[in-house]
């Protein structure tokens, strides 16, 4: 079983950053795929952005080129979301996720494990 546990959301006004970390624990990361998703209210989850489990590849979410990066500490267990530029937009619930699978991770997005969640809003 692997928990992951997200932090660093908040309020912040457009154009301001925040960075998200998502703190794994029960297994090593280094084997896992990770994505960051998100929900804004009435909406479905979504991909934001995924990496692998060597950082050798990453995809974003159009929606996102340019404003967000994905990393990730495989010796310290944990994967950051560093968004910069932030829109009204970007407003949502942002989840961190972990799969053996990068492909699966970006394709379809169905996750072996997820975190709970922690609120972006981004105010105008």
């Known amino acids: 079983q692997v928990q992951l546990v997200e932090s660093g959301g908040g309020l912040v006004q457009a154009g301001g950053s925040l960075r998200l970390s998502c703190a794994a624990s029960g297994r090593t990361l280094s084997s896992f795929a990770m994505g960051w998703f998100r929900r804004a209210p009435g909406t479905e989850r979504d991909i934001v952005t995924a990496i692998s489990w060597s950082s050798g590849s990453a995809y974003y979410a159009d929606s996102v080129k340019g404003r967000f990066t994905i990393s990730r500490d495989n010796a310290k267990n944990t994967v950051y979301l560093q968004m910069n530029s932030l829109k009204p937009e970007d407003t949502a619930v942002y989840y961190c996720?972990?799969?053996?699978?990068?492909?699966?991770?970006?394709?379809?997005?169905?996750?072996?494990?997820w975190g709970q969640g922690t609120q972006v809003t981004v105010s105008s």
């Open positions: 996720a972990a799969d053996p699978s990068y492909q699966s991770t970006v394709v379809s997005g169905s996750m072996r494990y």
